[in-house]
């Protein structure tokens, strides 16, 4: 069965700090991975995701992850964080038909 | 940009109502799914739709739900006797031709349901 943990429901970094927001996986084949990020009272859109082929993965708005089968981990990375990045941010594993999320993690910029 | 909408935003109802939650999807996406997420849970995967037809539920999705495309834009999640525990926000998504959730999700901006 697949499933995520997300260590972390609230991560709180200063402007222009690094953001890291931890994510784990169990999935019984080898998993597609994607993060998806939450605005207030918007839909999720999402960041990145990987499906095969390079372990780190870039995606929009200067994030990244990196698959790593060995500790089965999709960590999300972004070197300097900006304001606009505080929003919700959610790791999920593909299933046959659906996703399979975690609780997400709330992300906190500080001027 | 095409997107994923939803209406209504926000639906107050007393419990043992009916409800129906609409969705129009990206037109050309085949694949349809409905999401929700209890306030401070995860997102919970409902139903996926395609060709039709119901392709995969999950043990949240019990005879009370049901999904409907009654035409060729929307897409519709109805919850016959609503429960409390139905309070959630609901996502619709729909993704393009190929395999399922192997290829992008676009989420909806969630309907708020409130069960009273």
């Known amino acids: 069965a697949q499933s995520v943990t997300q260590l972390g429901s609230h991560v709180s970094v200063s402007e222009g700090a690094l953001v890291l927001l931890r994510c784990n996986y169990s999935?019984?084949?080898?998993?597609?991975l994607f993060w998806y990020v939450q605005y207030p009272n918007q839909g999720l859109q999402l960041l990145l995701k990987?499906?095969?082929?390079?372990?780190l993965v870039k995606g929009i708005n200067g994030f990244e992850a990196e698959f790593k089968k060995s500790e089965t981990s999709f960590h999300l990375t972004k070197p300097s964080a900006h304001m606009s990045d505080a929003a919700e941010y959610f790791c999920?594993?593909?299933?046959?038909?659906?996703?399979?999320f975690g609780t997400g993690t709330r992300l906190t910029v500080i001027p | 940009e095409p997107e994923v909408t939803q209406t209504p935003s926000h639906q107050v109802t007393q419990m043992g109502q009916e409800v129906i939650l609409r969705c129009v999807p990206i037109s050309n996406h085949l694949y349809f799914y409905w999401y929700r997420q209890i306030l401070g849970q995860k997102v919970e995967f409902l139903v996926s739709?395609?060709?039709?037809?119901?392709?995969?539920k999950s043990e949240i999705f019990d005879d009370q739900f049901s999904v409907e495309r009654p035409d060729g834009s929307n897409f519709t999640l109805k919850i016959r006797s609503t429960k409390l525990e139905d309070s959630a926000m609901y996502f619709c998504?729909?993704?393009?031709?190929?395999?399922?959730?192997?290829?992008?999700?676009?989420f909806g901006p969630g309907t708020r349901l409130t069960v009273l």
């Open positions: 999920a594993v593909s299933g046959a038909n659906n996703l399979f």
């Open positions: 999935s019984s084949v080898p998993p597609y």
């Open positions: 990987y499906t095969t082929g390079a372990t």
């Open positions: 739709f395609y060709n039709n037809e119901i392709s995969e």
């Open positions: 998504a729909s993704s393009s031709p190929g395999k399922g959730s192997y290829n992008e999700q676009f």
